[in-house]
């Protein structure tokens, strides 16, 4: 936990509230982290936009609304628990681990959320706002994330560096017909890049690409 706090720049008085911040309800345990979600959530919606109201103080209404919900979505939040390698730390069952739960995104931004509210409950509002600050500094560059063609990027990344075509296969599938989960690898020059998921194959290729991006594109 101790390096988690560093990662987050903040220390916790009530070292159980991160703990329950990081509970998935798959372990079946009394309490989880689904209400510290709730909270979180609707902390996050005031400290960005306040954050948004100062930093861009000649944007409309419309401009703020639409740079809050770049940043305040699954894919930014799921980036942010990614740098924070906050995958690895979650409590969870082992049924849900076992299908590659530390990987999917909505766990991923849902614990996100969740550490948030344990900061403000913790620390208060002003911690609450500085950790909201530190996560969103380079707003731009985040929000620059959300609706793009990752895979196009990454087969122009690899092929630049001479690495060829990402190639792309469907190593799991699971859930009923109406909620179908697929699990994708992206290969690069013959070798394993990285794993993605999501509830299309779409979806699941974007999020391998996303990863692979983070190591070929550096």
Do not use: W
């Not at 419309?62 to 990614?82: D, F, I, P, Q, S």
């Not at 017909?177 to 509830?199: K, L, N, P, S």
């Amino acid at each position: 936990m101790r390096e988690l706090e560093r990662a987050l720049g903040y220390a916790f008085q009530d070292k159980a509230l991160l703990t329950l911040a990081l509970t998935h309800p798959s372990t079946l345990e009394q309490q989880s982290n689904q209400r510290l979600e709730f909270l979180g959530d609707a902390v996050l919606e005031y400290c960005v936009s306040e954050m948004l109201y100062h930093k861009y103080a000649q944007a409309t209404e419309g401009e703020l609304t639409a740079r809050r919900a770049a940043l305040v979505c699954e894919e930014t939040l799921c980036h942010l628990a990614e740098s924070l390698s906050l995958g690895g730390k979650i409590r969870m069952g082992r049924g849900e681990e076992s299908t590659g739960g530390r990987e999917k995104p909505a766990i991923l931004a849902d614990a996100m959320e969740a550490v948030v509210a344990a900061v403000c409950l913790d620390g208060g509002m002003d911690a609450a706002r500085a950790l909201a600050e530190r996560l969103f500094a380079d707003d731009e560059a985040l929000a620059s994330r959300r609706g793009r063609d990752l895979k196009g990027e990454l087969q122009a990344c690899t092929q630049a560096q001479g690495l060829g075509l990402p190639e792309y296969r469907v190593i799991a599938e699971d859930g009923p017909a109406h909620d179908r989960h697929y699990t994708v690898e992206v290969m690069i020059a013959g070798a394993h890049a990285a794993t993605g998921e999501g509830g299309s194959k779409k979806a699941a290729e974007q999020a391998a690409a996303r990863k692979a991006l983070d190591q070929y594109a550096k």
